[in-house]
C-alpha cells in the first residue's frame, strides 16, 4: 500500500486528490497539509511513502519544505503537482530534491502511474517540464563552449574546397596562392572551429551551417 500525504493549499483541489487516490487498491491517503510547515508536522505520524506537493503556498512554500523533507526524511519521495512551469518554479525543486514534477493538468491516469513510479524512486517529468530541463541543460553546456570566431572569406573558400575533396596544392592552384599559404590558412581555421583535423573540421563546418550539401 502506498501511503500519500496530501500538500496543497486549495482544500477543493486536495479533496478531489483523495478521492482519486483512495478508489486506487493499492494506495491510500494518510494525510493532508496546507502548506510546507504543516506538512512537515505531519509527515513523523502520517509515516507517508509518497508527498504529492504543491509549490506556491503561504506560510511555507513547496520548496523550502521539500528541501527540509529530503534532510529530516530521506527516504521519502516528494512528486511535485503544481499550475507553474517556469524555470523559477522547476529548477529550485528538483535542485531541492523532488522525485518527479507535474502539472495539474495532468490526466487522472498519468498521475496514478507518476505516483507509484516516484514510490519506486523513479523520476517523473511532466512533457513540458522535461523540455525546460533539456532547454536549461543546453544552455549551459552552450555558456561553458568558449566562443568561435568566425572565418574569414579566404578561409571559408579554403574550407568548402577542402569538403570537397580537394588537396592542399589544388585549392592552392584554385585560389592562386602557395601552398604554404593554404596550409596556413587551415591551421587558422582548426583554431577558430577547435578541432584538430581536416576531416573534423569539414564536419564542425556543416554543424555550424558554413557549409551546405548542396554548395
Not at 491510500?28 to 509527515?43: P, S
Not at 499550475?83 to 529548477?91: C, E, H, I, P, Q
Not at 523532488?98 to 524512486?121: C, F, M, S
Not at 580537394?166 to 596556413?184: D, H, P
Request: overall charge neutral.
Amino acid at each position: 500500500m502506498i501511503r500519500v500525504l496530501i500538500v496543497d493549499d486549495h482544500p477543493v483541489v486536495r479533496d478531489g486528490l483523495r478521492a482519486v487516490i483512495d478508489a486506487e487498491p493499492d494506495m491510500t491517503v494518510v494525510g493532508e497539509a496546507g502548506h510546507g510547515a504543516e506538512a512537515l508536522a505531519r509527515l513523523p505520524g502520517a509515516a507517508a511513502d509518497v508527498v504529492l506537493m504543491d509549490l506556491r503556498m503561504p506560510t511555507m512554500g513547496g520548496v523550502d519544505a521539500i528541501r527540509e523533507l529530503r534532510r529530516t526524511h530521506p527516504g521519502v519521495r516528494v512528486l511535485v503537482l503544481t499550475t507553474f512551469d517556469t524555470d523559477s518554479d522547476v529548477l529550485p525543486a528538483i535542485e531541492a530534491g523532488a522525485t518527479g514534477y507535474l502539472l495539474k493538468d495532468t490526466p487522472r491516469e498519468e498521475l496514478l502511474r507518476a505516483i507509484r513510479a516516484a514510490h519506486r524512486g523513479e523520476a517523473v517529468l511532466s512533457p513540458a517540464v522535461a523540455g525546460r530541463l533539456m532547454g536549461r541543460v543546453r544552455d549551459r553546456s552552450a555558456e561553458q563552449q568558449p566562443p568561435q570566431q568566425a572565418l574569414s572569406a579566404r578561409e571559408l573558400e579554403v574550407l568548402r574546397l577542402v569538403a570537397a575533396g580537394a588537396t592542399n596544392r589544388e585549392a592552392a592552384r584554385q585560389l592562386f596562392i602557395s601552398e604554404a599559404t593554404v596550409k596556413t590558412h587551415l591551421l587558422h581555421i582548426y583554431a577558430k572551429l577547435q578541432v584538430r583535423d581536416r576531416a573534423s573540421a569539414v564536419a564542425a563546418g556543416y554543424q555550424r551551417g558554413l557549409l551546405s550539401a548542396s554548395g
